[in-house]
């Protein structure tokens, strides 16, 4: 299975800071990735999918980059609303695998 | 709007059988793909299983092979997942999830993500 490694695990941020969370895959997925927001007890959010196209309805302070093996989830003004863990998930092969999560916390 | 409700979650001994459902609106289900995925206390995702909109293929992740079955009731809207042989460590909240994409499995070209996802059921083994 493709093993996808985020870091860091936990990131401790201000309001209005720029935000970036890096996602390594074990082998090339070319650009078949997508990254998630969680918030405590809520199901899972889709935010970026193809590694950088942004999902309906999500703002655009959101932004993906990468392909390969290399990718970045950037979020360019943190606001109150995006406390909360970041998932990104490979869909190049039929076994689907997650990051271990980024949690963004209060500075 | 698509919604997906999940149900069937509760407590059961180990070595127990559970069966979890789905009820899908909002969108043409059996156009779809459908996904399970599992998240146990405090940690993270895990993809559970997968099955094509006319069922003709399903996935599953190892850890559940041969004691999971997934299926889909295209005339009713609904998802379901067979639990046998329950394990502690399949204690978990479980998603159901739409897929969305293109591509064909029948070729190794399909490339989906999951795009809309239930409030999800608790599954607690324990005895």
């Known amino acids: 299975d493709i093993q996808m490694t985020q870091s860091p695990s936990t990131l401790s941020a201000s309001v209005g800071d720029r935000v970036t969370i890096t996602c390594r895959a074990s082998q090339s997925i070319s650009s078949w990735l997508a990254w998630y927001q969680q918030k405590p007890g809520k199901a899972p959010k889709l935010l970026i999918y193809r590694a950088s196209s942004l999902e309906s309805g999500v703002p655009s302070r959101f932004s993906g980059s990468g392909s390969g093996t290399e990718f970045t989830l950037t979020i360019s003004s943190l606001q109150p609303d995006d406390f909360a863990t970041y998932y990104c998930q490979q869909y190049n092969t039929y076994r689907w695998t997650f990051g271990q999560g980024t949690k963004v916390e209060i500075k | 709007e698509v919604q997906l409700v999940e149900s069937g979650g509760g407590l059961v001994k180990p070595g127990g059988s559970l069966r979890l459902s789905c009820a899908a609106s909002?969108?043409?289900?059996?156009?779809?793909?459908m996904n399970w995925v599992r998240q146990a206390p405090g940690k993270g995702l895990e993809w559970v299983s997968s099955?094509?909109?006319?069922?003709?293929?399903?996935y599953y992740a190892d850890s559940v092979k041969g004691r999971f079955t997934i299926s889909r009731d295209n005339a009713q809207n609904s998802l379901y997942l067979q639990m046998n042989s329950l394990r502690a460590e399949d204690t978990a909240v479980y998603y159901c999830?739409?897929?969305?994409?293109?591509?064909?499995?029948?070729?190794?070209?399909?490339?989906?993500?999951?795009?809309?996802w239930g409030q999800g059921t608790l599954v607690t083994v324990s005895s």
């Open positions: 099955v094509t909109k006319s069922s003709d293929y399903k």
């Open positions: 999830a739409k897929s969305e994409g293109a591509g064909y499995f029948y070729d190794s070209s399909a490339r989906y993500y999951f795009d809309s």
């Open positions: 909002g969108f043409t289900f059996s156009s779809y793909s």
